[in-house]
């Protein structure tokens, strides 16, 4: 929830009748979380959204094949060296990389438009757009996105991809699974982003409604328990002819989170840029370094003695790291000693500034990869660390 929003046709009040100029009686539709205790939209439907159809259908990406009981160690992938599917769409071309019972993490490279619509009942998903743009349609209206943007989906809402034709996309996708939110200390009582927060309400884009849409779209596949389910409807389920509420999606571009600097070294929180169960998302951007006459701007070593290290690297010299490169992801699990490579920390003495833009996670749970990542993996990254 960033604040909420009412757009196109509604009642006075919520739970009463909708009807059109031709006595026509809408359908309304509420979407909740956590039962009815937690943020909701209403949408208000031409037609029943819940007449729907089982049928058998073959979309829906790969499951989780998790591999447990590895030797403690730092450890480096190479996402970018991944081809993308020709003809795959995000819905059957997600490449899940890690996963934890609060996340998934992984890769999406896609190519062609959704061929169906899709929700996600399992989480929220939130992508990084690390190459490429392209517009997310959804009941509530479309969102345009592009390179350097956080693109946001609640779970339970309906939506497509359509990537734009002709562009290389790369996208990191995390799935939220007990849900995304802005971490609280950036808000004040009433929910309000604080002045003091590194994000104000304007950095946020909303979708643009623009009434029913008819797609000629009649499939949309339900994700639940990491299988997919099929069903079909008589109407294009974007039949929407308004709809108010605090859950829908938004896109957040990287780049307008406000970096802060100190005297001294800061900690990750202060990146903290989303929260999840479990996780904290943080963004780094290019910013000045540290001021203290005797800093030192390379961040120190430190025992992550509670959490993983989940670092995707997007762009610009990385002042902790070596061998890493755009579409880099470097894996730091808890309980081992990380920090940077031999030379980097005594050498950013004196360094005013950083370019590197990059996403990280801070993840309670141990993450474990899946037998796609291991396919990725660098296997001198531990022993790069050894002067």
């Not at 590895?70 to 081809?83: D, F, G, I, S, V």
């Amino acid at each position: 929830m960033i604040e909420r929003v009412t757009t196109g046709v509604v009642p006075r009040k919520h739970h009463i009748q909708l009807r059109d100029s031709a006595g026509h009686l809408h359908w309304e539709q509420c979407i909740t979380q956590d039962g009815f205790d937690a943020p909701y939209t209403i949408t208000y439907h031409r037609h029943a959204p819940h007449h729907q159809a089982q049928a058998s259908g073959t979309h829906g990406f790969g499951a989780r094949q998790l591999v447990s009981d590895r030797p403690l160690a730092k450890r480096h992938y190479l996402t970018q060296n991944m081809t993308a599917t020709a003809g795959g769409s995000a819905l059957d071309n997600r490449v899940p990389l890690f996963g934890s019972a609060d996340l998934t993490l992984g890769i999406v490279k896609p190519t062609e438009p959704d061929p169906a619509y899709f929700t996600n009942a399992d989480g929220d998903d939130l992508f990084y757009v690390h190459e490429g743009g392209g517009t997310l349609r959804t009941l509530l209206g479309d969102l345009t996105f592009e390179e350097g943007d956080y693109v946001y989906v609640p779970r339970g809402i309906l939506h497509r991809f359509l990537p734009t034709p002709g562009l290389a996309q790369h996208w990191l996708w995390v799935e939220c699974r007990g849900g995304m939110h802005i971490p609280s200390q950036w808000r004040n009582g009433v929910g309000q982003l604080r002045m003091d927060a590194p994000y104000c309400h304007r950095d946020f884009k909303k979708v643009s409604f623009g009434g029913p849409i008819d797609e000629g779209l009649r499939e949309s596949v339900i994700k639940r328990g990491d299988a997919f389910h099929t069903f079909t409807t008589k109407e294009s389920p974007l039949d929407v002819v308004g709809w108010d509420g605090t859950v829908y999606p938004f896109v957040f571009p990287i780049l307008n989170f406000q970096a802060r600097v100190g005297l001294t070294h800061l900690p990750p929180t202060w990146h903290g840029t989303f929260a999840a169960r479990g996780a904290l998302i943080c963004s780094f951007v290019p910013r000045p370094t540290d001021f203290h006459p005797e800093a030192i701007p390379c961040p120190y070593p430190h025992s992550s003695i509670d959490v993983d290290e989940f670092i995707f690297y997007c762009r610009g010299k990385f002042t902790s790291r070596k061998g890493v490169g755009p579409g880099s992801v470097s894996h730091h699990p808890a309980g081992l000693p990380h920090g940077p490579h031999p030379g980097a920390y005594e050498g950013s003495i004196g360094h005013k500034e950083t370019n590197e833009l990059a996403v990280m996670l801070d993840c309670l749970l141990p993450l474990m990869p899946t037998t796609q990542a291991l396919a990725l993996e660098d296997p001198n990254y531990h022993r790069s660390f050894i002067p």
